[in-house]
């Protein structure tokens, strides 16, 4: 079954950084018809879409983000990555990877990772 | 971007009651939503995409319906694991927006 798991330094400091990967086991990035997403979770809040990347390398980023971030496809293995520049600590939240699949009908993210919390502070 | 506004923010009900939440759409989002649980600590799981067709696996009990702008989700008869926090998304158009959630108790 396809599974995805973040990894990353859980505490950036002030001004930095930040950088996470996604490993997508049960399925390939290379394939069409998805999206490989970011979603954040700020502390006891709702959820905040990040953007995404698409198996060709075309990427799409959230507007009040897109300033400070980097998506990229892996360069070996099943992954990709975010990175975000500058953070303060309004960006410590969990941050999700997630495949959103892409129809014709419908499109909706059907698999998740499990989460990684990443705490802004010095 | 398409503003998502759910409600009640959270409610408490029985085991075996109907629950139904609500989630407005700030523009026309068509059928183009879907619905999460979220449970403590762990990811949000897929419910319901594409208004009203219910993910592979998901119980009978999960509803959804509406178009346009007003949609509802349902819970036909509560059971204590469904104890979680409910979100609608809308699909329309990027950026992808949530609603603010709904906390279910028991």
């Known amino acids: 079954q396809v599974q995805l798991q973040e990894s990353g330094p859980g505490l950036v400091k002030p001004s930095q950084t930040l950088s996470l990967t996604c490993t997508v086991s049960?399925?390939?990035?290379?394939?069409?018809?998805?999206?490989w997403s970011w979603i954040r979770q700020l502390p006891g809040k709702g959820l905040e879409y990040i953007g995404y990347?698409?198996?060709?390398?075309?990427?799409y980023y959230n507007p009040s983000l897109k300033s400070r971030l980097i998506m990229s496809l892996g360069t070996t293995g099943n992954q990709f990555s975010l990175r975000l520049t500058s953070v303060t600590a309004a960006d410590t939240a969990v941050y999700y990877c997630?495949?959103?699949?892409?129809?014709?009908?419908?499109?909706?993210?059907?698999?998740w990772g499990q989460g990684t919390l990443v705490t802004v502070s010095s | 971007d398409i503003q998502m506004t759910q409600s009640p923010s959270s409610l408490s009900a029985s085991v075996g009651d109907r629950v139904t939440i609500t989630c407005q759409a700030s523009?026309?989002?068509?059928?183009?939503l879907n619905w999460y649980q979220q449970k403590p600590g762990r990811a949000p799981k897929l419910l319901i995409f594409?208004?009203?067709t219910l993910e592979t696996g998901v119980p009978t009990r999960f509803s959804g319906s509406g178009s346009g702008t007003d949609f509802t989700f349902a819970i036909s008869s509560l059971q204590p694991e469904d104890i979680a926090t409910y979100y609608c998304?809308?699909?329309?158009?990027?950026?992808?927006?949530f609603g603010g959630g709904t906390k279910v108790e028991i």
């Open positions: 997630a495949r959103e699949v892409v129809t014709a009908r419908a499109e909706y993210f059907q698999h």
């Open positions: 049960g399925a390939s990035i290379s394939s069409g018809g998805y999206h």
């Open positions: 990347i698409y198996y060709s390398g075309s990427t």
């Open positions: 523009q026309d989002i068509r059928r183009h």
């Open positions: 594409d208004a009203s």
């Open positions: 998304q809308q699909y329309n158009s990027l950026p992808r927006t």
